[in-house]
Antibody, heavy 120, light 111 residues
Framework: QITLKESGPTLVKPTQTLTLTCTFS??????????VGWIRQPPGKALEWLAL???????RYSPSLKSRLTITKDTSKNQVVLTMTNMDPVDTATYYC????????????WGQGTLVTVSS | QSALTQPASVSGSPGQSITMSCTGS?????????VSWFQHHPGKAPKLMIY???NRPSGVPDRFSGSKSGNTASLTISGLQAEDEADYYC???????????FGTGTKLTVL
């Protein structure tokens, strides 16, 4: 059974760096083809894909946020970490991590999400 | 990379069928059979309903079906039920470096 859970701060101040951790079970990021992605949803808005990391450490980022994002994996801990620098109130959103079945998708299992509020 | 275009809202009465669209380009929807559909109830994790255009994961009712024509994918829900009321998002593999693009989302209202 595949499960994912996001963790991190619920409140960050503008200009700070956000660090979110996705802890998963039921699969290994050492398995060929497998990936983990991060997706967010600002209140009342659509899902927005942020970043993706594959078993072979291939990393992809949203072009509009690429300069602010870093995604890494720790296969020994079954974790994927997303950092986002220079946080702004517009980054207030629920952040999800999701398991990617293979190179072409889909995101078939999702975490429950964690709400991050950016406010001073 | 632009988001895939979905209608903002669709509605239907219980028992009826509805279809919602997802329009992209030859770089994503039209170029690959890797279109997915997600059901999202507020406060819950998105749920995969359709993958690879028309395949249903185990446990998804056969009332949900997917199709594609050209650059437009469609999700059809037949025999609408109150529990189907949710936001629906499409996504597609894309040849761009991002590999994935989401749709703008459609709010389904069951009248």
């Amino acid at each position: 059974q595949i499960t994912l859970k996001e963790s991190g701060p619920t409140l960050v101040k503008p200009t700070q760096t956000l660090t979110l951790t996705c802890t998963f079970s039921g699969f290994s990021l050492n398995t060929g083809g497998v990936g983990v992605g991060w997706i967010r949803q600002p209140p009342g808005k659509a899902l927005e894909w942020l970043a993706l990391i594959y078993w072979n450490d291939d990393k992809r980022y949203s072009p509009s946020l690429k300069s602010r994002l870093t995604i890494t994996k720790d296969t020994s801990k079954n974790q994927v970490v997303l950092t986002m620098t220079n946080m702004d109130p517009v980054d207030t959103a629920t952040y999800y991590c999701a398991h990617r079945l293979n190179w072409y998708g889909p995101f078939d299992y999702w975490g429950q999400g964690t709400l991050v509020t950016v406010s001073s | 990379q632009s988001a895939l275009t979905q209608p903002a809202s669709v509605s239907g009465s219980p028992g009826q069928s509805i279809t919602m669209s997802c329009t992209g380009s030859t770089s994503d929807v039209g170029g690959y059979n890797y279109v997915s559909w997600f059901q999202h109830h507020p406060g819950k994790a998105p749920k995969l309903m359709i993958y690879e255009v028309r395949n249903r994961p185990s446990g998804v009712p056969d009332r949900f079906s997917g199709s594609k024509s050209g650059n437009t994918a469609s999700l059809t829900i037949s025999g609408l039920q109150a529990e189907d009321e949710a936001d629906y998002y499409c996504s597609s593999y894309t040849s761009s470096s991002t590999l994935e693009v989401f749709g703008t989302g459609t709010k389904l209202t069951v009248l």
